[in-house]
C-alpha cells in the first residue's frame, strides 16, 4: 500500500543528489575545524542569511539550545510565546541545562507575540527580579499552522530589544519555508536578530542537521557550547554534504509544499473540517467536525495508508514535503472522506 505521510516535513528521504552527494563528500575532523565540506556548508549558510558566521549542528532542538545558552547565564530569563517549540517541544532544555527561566506570554494566532506583552514582561533593573536578557521568536510558526512573521513585526521587536538592550533570537527551523511564501531572500528575515537555527532536516530533505548563524564572537561561544552537549562531530562532512544540496537545490521547491498545502486545506473545508489558520506555507491544523476521539480517526486514516498526527482537542496538523505530491493529496482527501 501507498503511504502517505503528512505527520511531518521531519520524515523526508534524502534525494538521489544529496545521497550522491554524501558518499562523495571530502571530510575531516571538525571538531578540529578541519573539514573541508562542514566549512563549505558554514560558509554558505551564513552567507545566505546575512550574517558574519554559521556552526553546523545536529539538530534544531541543539541549535536553539545552543543559542540560549550563549546569550544568557543561569538564571537570567527569556521571553518566549507559550506556543513556540523552544518551550513547548525541547523537554525544557532552557532551565533543566541552561537554568534559564522562561517568561512566557501568548502566541497571537497569526504566531506573532503582541509588543504590549513583551513590553510588559521585560523586568525592572531590581535585585529581586532575574535579568531579562533575551526575546525569542519562531518563524514559520509551527503551532499557528506554519504562519510567517513579516519583516514588519521582526522590526518591530527589533525596536523592543534594542531600546532594552535585549538580544532576539529565531527558532528559523522553517525559516526558508517563510522566505519562500513571501518572496523574500532568507538573509531579509534574519537581519533583525543577533542568531538563528535553522533546520536542513524538515522541508530541504537532508537527513540530518542544523544551523546556528550570528556574528563571529557569538558562533566562537556557540562552538564551545556545542561541546559541552555532545554535539561535536567528526567526519560530519558526510551530512553536511547533503546540506549544501539543501540550502543549494531544494528551497525553490518547497513553493510545491505551499501549494499542495493549499489544496489540503480547501478539500478539508469542503468535507466539513474546520482550517483552524491561513495556510500560508506547508501546515495545515484542522479540526474535526464531530465529537468523536481523534485517535480513532486517526487510526482509521492509518488503515488506509494516510498518517496524520493528532495534536489534541479533536485537531490534527498535516505537513506537506519533498514526499508529498499533487495526487498524494487528492488521494489523501479521498480516504477522508470515505472513512471519516
Ligand atoms: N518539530 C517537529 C516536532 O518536534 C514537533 C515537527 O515535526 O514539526 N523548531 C521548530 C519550529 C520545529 O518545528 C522543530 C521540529 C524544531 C525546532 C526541532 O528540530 P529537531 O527535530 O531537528 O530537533
Redesign the pocket.
Known sequence: MHTIDL????VTQPPPAMRHAMANADVGDDVYGEDPTVNRLQALAADLLGKEAALFVP????G?LICLLVHCERGDEYIVGNA???YL??AGGASAVGSIHPWVIPNQPDGTLDPADIEAGIRPDDPHAPRTRLIAL?NT??RMGGRLLPPEFLWTVRAIADRHGLRLHC?G??LWNAAVALGVEPAVLAEPFDSL?V?L??GLAAPVG?LVVGNRDFIAEAVRKRKLLGGGMRQAGVLAAAGIVALTEMRDRLAEDHANAQRLAEGLTALGYRVLHPVETNIVIFEQPDESAPNERAARWRTQGLLINSIGERRYRA?THYGITEADIEQALDIIQRVG
Do not use: L, P
Open positions: 505527520r511531518s516535513d521531519t539538530s534544531g532542538t541543539m536553539n513556540q517549540h523552544t517541544y525541547e519562531e510558526h509551527n527558532d527551523a522553517r537555527s533546520c532536516s524538515k542544523s505537513v
